[in-house]
């Protein structure tokens, strides 16, 4: 099998991102003073759960849904200033500097070498732009595909625009839900890269006995794993 494509994930494969938002969630907790913590986060899960279809994915559908539990949580009248303060939160996210994971300058640049890259990542379309430009990472990435959802039929039209098809293509990311299990459905290899945190959303049981499934540690190993299958 000869692999030519080699998909990459951006937030918390290239970039911290979860981390981020945990903190931002933190901030947002001290706010509501009056509540419980755990009644707080439960119910902000399950208002960001709901308006994944509605928002999409990335910072201002998580603002959105800060700003609507709170509502909720406050019955409607939420203590002075606590909007405004989930406002500014909101916009510090956006304006955070984007910072790369290290050690992987190196795997990238050889990865670019063998295969064509393509950035495959989901969210708010002028915000992940901004961010991968930020990034510097621009000119390692044959192609850039900035999607609403990660599911199977995404890779099959990313990896025949981008590629010489799914069945000949990587897709590595820290998301089991999201990198993993539908590249594999679309016939590709997949790799999970995990990180510290990640979002409840994204998480699913990894497909231990798939013959296209790997697990590495890191992004470093991610070079040598794709040459050994590659016959490189």
């Keep these: 099998m000869t692999i030519t494509t080699v998909g990459l994930d951006a937030d918390d494969t290239l970039w911290h991102n979860e981390t981020v938002f945990r903190l931002t969630q933190a901030r947002f907790l001290d706010l509501l003073t009056d509540h419980d913590n755990a009644k707080i986060e439960a119910r902000l899960a399950e208002i960001e759960r709901r308006n994944l279809r509605l928002y999409g994915y990335g910072v201002k559908g998580f603002t959105l849904s800060m700003i609507e539990t709170a509502m909720e949580m406050c019955g409607g009248d939420p203590p002075p200033g606590v909007l405004r303060e989930i406002l500014a939160a909101g916009r510090e996210m956006l304006a955070h500097p984007v910072e790369t994971h290290p050690g992987g300058d190196e795997a990238r640049a050889r990865l670019s070498e063998r295969y064509r890259l393509v950035l495959v990542t989901k969210g708010d379309l002028l915000y992940q732009a901004r961010k991968r430009a ?45 990198d993993v299990l539908p590249a594999l459905e679309a016939g590709a290899f997949a790799v999970h890269i995990p990180y510290a945190v990640t979002w409840a959303h994204e998480l699913a049981d990894a497909p231990e006995a798939h013959p296209r499934y790997g697990a590495l540690d890191s992004i470093t190993a991610l070079p040598d794993w794709i040459d050994r299958r590659s016959g490189g």
């Design 134 to 178: 930020a990034s510097g990472l621009g000119d390692l990435f044959a192609a850039v595909e900035i999607v609403s959802e990660k599911d199977r039929t995404t890779y099959e039209r990313v990896f025949a625009r981008h590629g010489s098809g799914a069945d000949k293509a990587v897709m590595a990311g820290n998301s089991m839900k999201s």
